[in-house]
């Protein structure tokens, strides 16, 4: 029996190609046979075969089906044959080229108006431009595609799409939507029954977990992709899931593991041609090696790798390269060519938006400058990886980068940032590796050998009973009466109805268990999002009090600082009044006293402007028309915007409703508001002041929008700071006060700026209705 099964595994290839060839012989015989619009669709049949096995072929029979349909001017005709040219260029990885027909081949289905037709190539379009690494416009037609297969109600569709959209989020380091989008696809998977979708999304799952440092998540999902993809026979699934199993091995340190599964991986992408994984295994090898500090030995694999990388044309594979090799030159102490492939690999990730790989460059750059020295370079790249990091939550790159600035500081004997890096490196190292974590791993890996081991017995014993029971029955055939045959078969329903009554068992026990897992997988989503919305809320209360604080305490130093000016000032403004009424004063004289009185009404409103700020207000709420609070301060400044060639806007919508203001205080607000934006004009201008109801919201909008200079993203952060200014005549009251007067009127202010673009500012009052009514 063993050996019969051998020689079928031996010949089912050869059938399998046989059966090709037969069908393609019977399909071009054919073609003698049709004309016209049939033997465009046979010629496009014979070209969607050879796809794989003959490009050229597929070139040849598609270029000949569309020259037909043309003739025909059959349009879908002429679709389907850019397609099939379209899938052959992209099959010998002339990418543009591929892109360019697929397009064509769009824009005539998009004429025709068949869904299924567009679909599939917005799918096609979208995997061109994640292997390009343009993954922006790779989502913009996964989405596309996504939208209509949901339409269409196609569920394998659906989960394609949602797949697609999901790998190119993790591409893009974006944990979070990729995750969602992934779980989506795999749930789809699971419901059509698709399991070489299903392992592969458990699969990428799986590297997201290990890209945020939860291995026990990401193991347990690998080798269920692992598992599955065995069921099915797919080996390159088999060979991307022991790929990512030696991956978590190797972030454990478990050398050994991890080099044999990359092994096992390898074997398998050899045997069937995987460029694309031997080159990721080539790479994980050379990782163990350099780990293993055998760098000649990790060198050979990195640069085998890379090879097959610039082959292929995959510009994360380059870069992922560079960044290895660069390390090796580094623990080899040839810093100078290091930092060439580390600024190399950086500026590829950069291109493509790698997040994740960008960060990892800036901190390999950052490490090389440690060793050699010079610290600022250092401190620059290390600061700049850790931004990226904590934006990406990449636990593992940010216990590195708190480790090494705890090195740095410690070199230059700042003792206490020195210390603050370790302790932040000690708390999120001791957060992820703990013994718990190692040991559920282990044992999770244990329970699948054990699982794999009985599974293999069980397989043999089957086997073994079907020999027996096939000789028993050849024996029986001629040696046995009825009797013992009909005693056979009542054995034989016994066995079955035992089996059928432990499977039920079993099929219960599984589902109390699963069920039990979902309760508690539930509960715990519950108490992580509780966690989440608590820690934002005290974050946000802390921020709230620093800023009072801070607040109030430059309130009361400006207090205190005008009005121990005040009286001086006004003692110097008197004498300089008195003086030029009372006394006959040379020109000269009389200038220089008028410069004074200048000069102190100049310094006296500055004053003013501080006791404003730093003085309780106390409003005077009454119901006022918002309109004509805008228009009086439009007409305050016309005279100005005439002498600068600003010109004024307004956009008032019909039937805003009143609100309850103080008029004097808010009309001061919004003065200061408008002001900022003319003083951001020197010459020529537009402001556009627009007042809008927001039923929705219960709420009064008002949006002033100029032309201006516009603040740069440094500077937005600190536009309510009081004293801050950018001008050289600013005193940097003007936002604060404002910002703490519509506050005071429980609106809100919001400011968005670009560089020599313009400012928008955003205020949104609560109408009547929301208010305190008893205060007017």
Request: net charge negative; proline share 1%; with cysteine.
């Amino acid at each position: 029996m063993k050996y019969l099964i051998l020689i079928l595994l031996i010949i089912t290839p050869y059938i399998y190609c046989y059966s090709q060839e037969t069908m393609i012989d019977s399909l071009v015989q054919n073609l003698d046979l049709v004309e016209g619009k049939e033997k465009v669709h046979l010629l496009n049949e014979i070209g969607k075969v050879y796809w794989g096995i003959s490009t050229e072929k597929t070139l040849e029979y598609s270029n000949n089906a569309l020259k037909l349909s043309r003739e025909l001017k059959y349009l879908k005709g002429e679709a389907q044959s850019l397609n099939n040219i379209g899938v052959g260029y992209y099959y010998i990885g002339e990418y543009e080229r591929s892109l360019d027909y697929f397009l064509r081949s769009l824009d005539l289905r998009k004429e025709l108006g068949e869904k299924k037709d567009i679909v599939s190539s917005l799918n096609n379009i979208g995997i061109i431009y994640d292997d390009l690494n343009n993954f922006s416009k790779a989502l913009e037609y996964y989405l596309a595609s996504l939208d209509i297969y949901e339409e269409l109600e196609d569920k394998n569709g659906v989960a394609i799409s949602l797949h697609n959209i999901g790998v190119v989020y993790e591409n893009q380091s974006n944990y979070n939507k990729a995750l969602e989008y992934l779980l989506r696809a795999l749930m789809y998977y699971q419901e059509i029954r698709d399991k070489k979708g299903e392992a592969s999304s458990l699969g990428n799952i799986g590297i997201i977990y290990k890209d945020l440092s939860n291995y026990d998540k990401a193991i347990k999902y690998h080798l269920e992709s692992l598992k599955i993809s065995k069921e099915i026979s797919d080996k390159i699934g088999i060979a991307r899931a022991l790929d990512n199993i030696g991956i978590i091995y190797d972030n454990l340190g478990d050398y050994d593991k991890a080099i044999d599964y990359y092994q096992q991986s390898l074997d398998i992408e050899q045997l069937i041609g995987d460029k694309q994984g031997v080159a990721g295994s080539y790479n994980n090898i050379g990782i163990i090696y350099d780990d293993r500090k055998d760098y000649e030995k990790a060198l050979e694999y990195y640069f085998l790798s890379l090879d097959i990388y610039k082959e292929t044309n995959d510009r994360n594979g380059i870069a992922n390269t560079y960044n290895n090799i660069g390390v090796v030159l580094e623990n080899q102490e040839r810093f100078e060519t290091s930092l060439e492939y580390h600024l190399n690999a950086m500026q590829i990730f950069e291109e493509i938006g790698h997040k994740k790989g960008y960060a990892a460059s800036l901190n390999n750059i950052a490490s090389v400058y440690l060793k050699i020295d010079n610290y600022e370079q250092a401190k620059i790249y290390f600061n700049r990886s850790l931004e990226v990091a904590e934006e990406i939550e990449i636990k593992d790159l940010i216990i590195e980068i708190y480790q090494k600035l705890s090195d740095l500081y410690t070199l230059e004997n700042n003792y206490p940032d020195a210390l603050k890096f370790y302790k932040l490196y000690s708390q999120v190292k001791d957060n992820i590796f703990t013994k718990e974590k190692f040991e559920r791993i282990a044992g999770m890996q244990t329970a699948y050998e054990v699982e794999q081991l009985i599974q293999q017995q069980q397989q043999e014993i089957e086997l073994l009973q079907k020999d027996n029971e096939i000789y028993r029955l050849e024996v029986e055939k001629h040696i046995l009466n009825k009797w013992r045959l009909y005693s056979g078969l009542f054995l034989f329903l016994i066995m079955i109805a035992v089996i059928y009554y432990l499977y039920r068992i079993k099929y219960r026990a599984n589902i109390k268990l699963e069920k039990q897992v979902e309760e508690r997988t539930k509960d715990l989503k519950i108490i992580n999002e509780q966690l989440k919305k608590e820690i934002a809320e005290r974050k946000k209360i802390e921020n709230q009090l620093i800023r009072s604080e801070r607040l109030a305490g430059i309130g009361e130093l400006a207090a205190g600082v005008a009005h121990e000016i005040r009286n001086p000032l006004g003692n110097i403004s008197s004498s300089a009044q008195y003086c030029l009424s009372k006394y006959k004063l040379s020109k000269q004289v009389k200038q220089y006293l008028e410069i004074i009185m200048e000069d102190s009404e100049r310094a006296n409103s500055i004053i003013k402007g501080l006791l404003d700020f730093a003085s309780p207000r106390e409003l005077t709420l009454k119901t006022e028309s918002i309109i004509e609070i805008v228009e009086g301060i439009l007409n305050s400044v016309q005279a100005r915007c005439l002498e600068n060639n600003i010109k004024i806007i307004r956009d008032f919508t019909d039937n805003i409703p009143q609100i309850s203001v103080d008029k004097k205080w808010l009309g001061r607000a919004l003065l200061n508001l408008v002001v900022n934006a003319i003083q951001a004009m020197s010459q020529e201008g537009e402001i556009k002041i627009s007042i809008l109801n927001i039923p929705e919201n219960d709420e009064i909008r008002i949006i002033i929008l100029d032309t201006g200079s516009g603040i740069s993203v440094k500077n937005l952060k600190r536009i309510f700071d009081p004293f801050f200014t950018t001008r050289a005549d600013g005193v940097g009251l003007g936002l604060s006060l404002a910002h703490q007067i519509i506050t005071d009127h429980k609106g809100s202010l919001y400011v968005e700026s670009k560089l020599k673009q313009g400012t928008r500012v955003m205020i949104n009052f609560p109408v009547l209705s929301r208010y305190d009514k008893g205060k007017e």
